[in-house]
């Protein structure tokens, strides 16, 4: 148990936040947060992208993911490579998009539903149903850090939209 921390703890010490690599993959240093990392990059994002939301549609959120996601595949793929870890915990970009991508398709823009999406979205990351777990485990480059949360995201996406279409009826 002891070895595996150290080997992580080894990974970060081989990163440079003043590489903005580095810096945009862990999630603008949210990354570095513990317990639970991937909680915090998704915090940071969500916390973004509501604020995004204040000056911009749903629709500019997700035309801001797409390219996201592309630059995703970069900046994971090249700061695990540099970290010498395939998926470290501390690779937050992942979650930042993915819970864009959510907030983008959440169907109504208020804070019960903010929150709501924030919690699915952290159960299907944790929880990782099929086809997600394989993807993460799988995949073993940016792609996959990228795709696991991706689907996450899809299946948090589904979720509302059922509670929205169920609520109206």
Excluded at 84 to 94: K, T
Excluded at 130 to 137: L, V
Excluded at 142 to 158: E, F, H, K, P, Q
Aim: hydrophobic share 55%.
């Amino acid at each position: 148990m002891n070895d595996k921390i150290d080997d992580k703890k080894r990974a970060l010490s081989k990163l440079n936040m003043r590489n903005p690599v580095h810096f945009l993959a862990l999630g603008f240093g949210s990354g570095l947060l513990s317990p639970a990392p991937g909680t915090w990059g998704t915090l940071a994002g969500w916390l973004l992208g509501i604020g995004l939301l204040q000056f911009v549609s749903p629709f500019f959120l997700l035309l801001l993911a797409v390219p996201g996601f592309v630059l995703g595949i970069y900046l994971c793929e090249k700061t695990a490579h540099d970290m010498g870890v395939h998926d470290h915990g501390a690779i937050v970009w992942d979650e930042i998009i993915a819970i864009w991508l959510v907030l983008a398709f959440v169907p109504q823009q208020n804070w019960l539903w903010y929150c709501l999406a924030f919690m699915l979205f952290r159960f299907f990351d944790i929880v990782k149903p099929y086809p997600i777990k394989y993807f993460d485990k799988n995949v073993e480059n940016g792609l996959g850090i990228m795709l696991d949360d991706l689907l996450a995201a899809v299946y948090t996406a589904l979720c509302l939209l059922l509670l929205f279409t169920l609520g109206r009826l």
